[in-house]
């Protein structure tokens, strides 16, 4: 099978690429990416010398590069991550995510209708579903939950969703979605809470907490991500919606402590900042459907995942000190002086 991923120099799809040449070594993984400020080559470079695997540079709301992408590769498949990701970036700038994020998706579907497809996966985002209250443990988001977005980022993912399922309907498309919570692992951009606060904290430098850091995550390793969605699309039911998380809620201070914790880092370090406007409460996945439909389930806990984590951090100094050293000075000053 031809499978392209597109955002697959980016974390969450990078990450799948790898997972893919391991686990299906018949199929071709084509990477197609337009190497925003997110994308990063170095993060394929063990990738470029598997015959399985191919690199092309584009722009999912392109037509004509994404036509060219369908004549020439001939994709069985496609998953989407190609996306604008950054809540705290869709604030300051929410029109590219409208083009990215709805505009894009748009135009995937569209090459798929022409040119068909076995499947359309979207990757999506539980923060589709708005937030949930501190003080309410028991509610969680299932896929029955409505869609109730509090971000120009979840806006765009939720539109992207409403799309891919009337195109799905509409033309039959053989679309799959999946809503996950947030991911941590190797390759996470710098500008995400848990990266940002491990190499923070490693050149020790203030950790921006926003508000009171009582906001609760439900964080989930990547990889078990990338097991979903391979699972997904290999017994998924077309047309379905499978939510993905494994229970591992957390308030960003709890986070950020045990960050410190591990790096024997003094609390000092910790910065209490003005909070994200609009900024989420809670997210929390309910699994069930993943679980008892398609017997998936994540291997790593929280407390191994987040060592696995740092110890990556420590591991690959290179590939984050060239990020931080470049155009990320300017977006760090923007967004984090006098705040
Ligand atoms: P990321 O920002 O690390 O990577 C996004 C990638 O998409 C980058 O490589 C970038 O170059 C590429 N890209 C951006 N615009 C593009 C365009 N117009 N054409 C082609 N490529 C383009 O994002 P991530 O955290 O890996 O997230 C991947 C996907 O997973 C996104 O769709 C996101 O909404 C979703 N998601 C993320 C999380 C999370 O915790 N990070 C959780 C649930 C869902
Ligand atoms: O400096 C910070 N300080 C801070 O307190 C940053 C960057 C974040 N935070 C808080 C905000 C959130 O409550 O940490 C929490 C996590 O923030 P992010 O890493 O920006 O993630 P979030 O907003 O939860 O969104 C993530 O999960 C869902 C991904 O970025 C999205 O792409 C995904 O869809």
Redesign the pocket.
Known sequence: MNIVVTGGAGFIGSNFVYYMLENHPDDKIICYDKLTYAGNLETLEKAQSNKNFKFIKGDISNREEVEKLFIEEKPDVIVNFA?E????RSIEEPELFLKTNIIGTSILLDACKKFGIKRFHQVS???VYGDLPLDRPDLFFTEKTNLHTSSP??AS?ASADLLTMAYGRTYNIPITISRC???YGPYHFP????P?MIINALNDKKL????E?L?V?DWLYVEDHCSAIDLILQNGKVGEVYNIGGHNERS?IEVVETILHILGKPETLIEH?TD?KG??LR?AIDPTKIEEELGWTPKTSFSDGIRKTIDWYLENKSWWEKIISGEYQNYYERM?SNR
Do not use: F, Q
């Open positions: 996306a990701s950054h809540v705290d985002t539980d923060e980022y979840s993912k919570s947030n991911n500008e995400k809470l848990i940002l921006p907490v926003y508000g850091g906001n995550r960003n900042v994200r900024h989420d997210y984090y």
